[in-house]
């Protein structure tokens, strides 16, 4: 099931770049292919870490960046914004859900919860197709609201 994804995305990634007359680069292929094997979010540190580490594909940050744009661009690649930091994720077959961010310490974690998705899925929204959304809901995490309760309490 895997190699599948890894190759229908290759080919929407190679479909991309022919239509809008970019390089076909193995530099590319293999920034494709290390972000489909990574599981949740990554930032560029994360990406860059990781390919020289396991991949042992060396890149320049340059390269992630402006790979990242095009595999946004593709459709390929989601990009979020928690607090002040951007992290990405895989977007083709990955299934919704939502976060949460603390705002305290800034972890995000995912959730699910088809109760959620169904109430957006049923929400009409005028004069709009939506072709996929994110949630993200800030607050405390336990850890952190432990951490503010026992500060609280010896003041």
Not at 61 to 85: E, M, S
């Amino acid at each position: 099931m895997e190699e599948n994804i890894k190759e229908k995305v290759k080919q929407i990634l190679t479909d991309y770049l022919q239509k809008n007359g970019h390089r076909k680069t193995p530099e590319r292929y293999a920034i494709l292919d290390t972000i489909y094997t990574i599981k949740g979010h990554f930032d560029i540190e994360m990406l860059y870490s990781y390919m020289a580490e396991k991949e042992r594909f060396r890149v320049s940050r340059a390269t992630l960046y402006n790979t990242i744009i095009l595999l946004i661009d593709a459709g390929l690649v989601i990009k979020h914004q928690f607090g002040n930091t951007s992290q990405y994720e895989r977007s083709y077959n990955n299934e919704t859900h939502h976060h949460m961010i603390c705002t305290s310490c800034g972890k995000v974690s995912e959730f699910e919860d088809e109760t959620l998705k169904q109430a957006i899925v049923d929400t009409k929204l005028k004069g709009f197709h939506a072709s996929h959304y994110s949630l993200y809901i800030y607050g405390l995490c336990n850890k952190c609201m432990v951490a503010k309760r026992r500060k609280i309490s010896k003041t």
